[in-house]
């Protein structure tokens, strides 16, 4: 399975600020995807970022807010812009892992970016 | 579009006691159905799916899931619990490349 890595780890913002999360694989995979994890809640989809195309946000998110970009098929960066604090949570990719091209939409998880805006 | 049910937020059992946490989903069509874990402060680790075949299904770490088409349901079962197993337990179904989570139930696992 595919290891991911996000960095910052974690961060404490101000508001007002922008703040750009990294995500690297170790492999090269066609879907990349953005989600947001609010204080005790589950998992809310952001985005899916595919190398080469923009990418596709879910009801409730936009571009302007959460721009994300996919130079390649190991990186993609999410941001969170104009942060308030509504905007702290857990913010996680995830790639899909397709072998042999099957696709079983089976999602491997970054370990997470905890943003606390004050 | 498809929809999954935790029924249960917060699980509290005796370590070695047998866990039973509930999963139901909501589709018109088939789907995949998985089980991810996330422990205090990690990102979710899978811990098994159903994609065909046998309705029974081992994952990691000693759990199972049995997928009931006729109930929709795909329960998470462990027979006998450790204080290192508690954690966020989440159900997923996926279809057309988006999953979807249910809400999650904490598995809190007493001495």
């Known amino acids: 399975s595919a290891v991911i890595s996000q960095k910052p780890s974690r961060d404490i913002c101000q508001r007002g600020t922008s703040l750009t999360i990294q995500c690297q694989v170790d492999?090269?995979?066609?879907?990349m995807f953005w989600y947001r994890q609010q204080p005790g809640q589950s998992l809310t989809l952001i985005a899916t970022?595919?190398?080469?195309?923009?990418?596709?946000?879910e009801s409730g998110f936009v571009i302007d807010k959460f721009p994300i970009s996919r130079p390649n098929l190991t990186f993609s960066t999410l941001t969170v812009s104009n942060m308030s604090p509504e905007d702290s949570s857990i913010y996680l990719c995830?790639?899909?892992?397709?072998?042999?091209?099957?696709?079983?939409?089976?999602?491997?998880f970054g370990p997470g970016t905890r943003l606390t805006v004050l | 579009a498809q929809s999954v049910t935790q029924l249960d937020s917060q699980v509290p059992v005796f370590e070695e006691a047998p866990v039973e946490l509930r999963c139901n989903y909501s589709?018109?069509?088939?789907?995949?159905l998985f089980w991810y874990v996330q422990y205090p402060n990690q990102g979710l680790q899978l811990l098994l799916k159903y994609l065909s075949g046998s309705t029974l299904v081992k994952g990691i770490n000693g759990f199972e899931a049995e997928f009931n088409k006729s109930q929709t349901s795909f329960h998470l079962r462990k027979p006998s619990v450790h204080i290192s197993d508690t954690a966020e337990y989440f159900c997923a179904v996926s279809l057309e490349g988006a999953l979807t989570f249910g809400s999650g139930t904490r598995l809190q696992v007493q001495p």
């Open positions: 589709s018109s069509v088939s789907v995949y």
């Open positions: 995830s790639v899909e892992d397709s072998p042999q091209g099957v696709s079983y939409n089976e999602q491997f």
């Open positions: 970022a595919n190398q080469g195309s923009e990418a596709t946000y």
């Open positions: 492999s090269q995979v066609t879907m």
